[in-house]
C-alpha cells in the first residue's frame, strides 16, 4: 500500500498570519531566540520563557487555517491511513481544518508538559498560570509542551518510520535548517517540494547548489497556491 510523507514547516502556516522565526520580520528580529527557546534561557529565565510561550498560545487562538491546511485535511480523509503527515510547526491549525493524524515534531502550544511526570496536558489557548499544578500527579513543575534547543525531540522517530513506509515525500513550507529534507529526498524515488522561491543549499559534497535540485517536483509557490498541482501529482502517484 503506497503512503505519502509530508514534511510541512512554517510556510504552511505563514499565509493564516503566523510569522515565521526567520523571515526578515519574524519574531527573531524581536527576541534573543537561546534567551527564549533554549534549555539555557529555560533555566536561566523561566517567567521570561513562559511569557513568551503565552503570548505565542494566545496569538493563535485568533488564527484560521488556511487553503493548504484545508487541502491537506481532505486529502488525510481521501486516503485514510496512507497520509503520513509530520509538521515541524506547533500551532493547531491542521487541527482546526480538521485533520486528525497530524504529528507535531516539535511540540504543541495548546498542551503544558509536567516535568516530574512527563505528562502532557491541554489548555488550549489559556496562559499557563504561576504554580500551576499538573493534572495528573499534582506536581507544581509545569512547562510549555514545545521542544527546545539542546534538548532531545523524541517524535523525530517517526520521520525515519516514514521514510520506510513511504513511496512518495512531500516538503511544504520548511528551508531544511532545521530537518534537513535534502537527505529525505535522497531517499526518495519520487519527490515534490513547494517553496516560493529557491533555497540554496551548502554541503562537503555539493557547494551552493539549491534544495530543489533534488526533488522530482520543485512548486515554486506559496503553499496555498500549490495546492492544485500538488493534488494532482499526489492523485497521478497513488493511481499509478
Known amino acids: 500500500m503506497k503512503k505519502i510523507m509530508i514534511l510541512s514547516g512554517a510556510g504552511l502556516s505563514a499565509e493564516s498570519g503566523i510569522r515565521t522565526f526567520r523571515d526578515h520580520d519574524g519574531l527573531w528580529e524581536n527576541h534573543d531566540v537561546m534567551k527564549v527557546c533554549s534549555t539555557q534561557g529555560w533555566i536561566a529565565d523561566r517567567k ?18 488556511n487553503h493548504a491546511h484545508k487541502v ?28 486528525k493524524e497530524v504529528v507535531h515534531l516539535h511540540g504543541t502550544l495548546t498542551d503544558l508538559r509536567c516535568e516530574a511526570c512527563l505528562e502532557t496536558f491541554d489548555v488550549g489557548y489559556a496562559a499557563q498560570e504561576p504554580h500551576m499544578s499538573c493534572p495528573h500527579c499534582g506536581a507544581k513543575c509545569i512547562r510549555h509542551n514545545v521542544v527546545m534547543f539542546g534538548e532531545a525531540a523524541p517524535a523525530y522517530s517517526h520521520i525515519y518510520e516514514a521514510i520506510r513506509s513511504s513511496s512518495l515525500f512531500i516538503a511544504i513550507g520548511t528551508s531544511g535548517a532545521v530537518i534537513d529534507i535534502v537527505s529525505i529526498a535522497k531517499e526518495f524515488k519520487h519527490s515534490v517540494l513547494i517553496d516560493p522561491k529557491r533555497q540554496e543549499t ?17 512548486i515554486a509557490k506559496k503553499a496555498s497556491e500549490a495546492m492544485d498541482e500538488l493534488l494532482a501529482l499526489i492523485h497521478a502517484h497513488m493511481e499509478d
Open 48 to 65: 521570561g520563557v513562559t511569557r513568551f510561550y503565552n503570548e505565542r498560545r494566545a496569538d493563535i487562538a485568533s488564527k484560521e487555517p
Open 202 to 218: 551548502v554541503s562537503i559534497y555539493d557547494k551552493h547548489t539549491y534544495i530543489d535540485q533534488y526533488f522530482e517536483h520543485f
Open 72 to 99: 491537506l485535511s481532505q486529502l488525510e480523509c481521501e486516503y485514510r491511513g496512507r497520509i503520513v503527515h509530520l509538521t515541524q510547526n506547533i500551532d493547531n491549525l491542521m487541527e482546526k481544518a480538521g485533520a
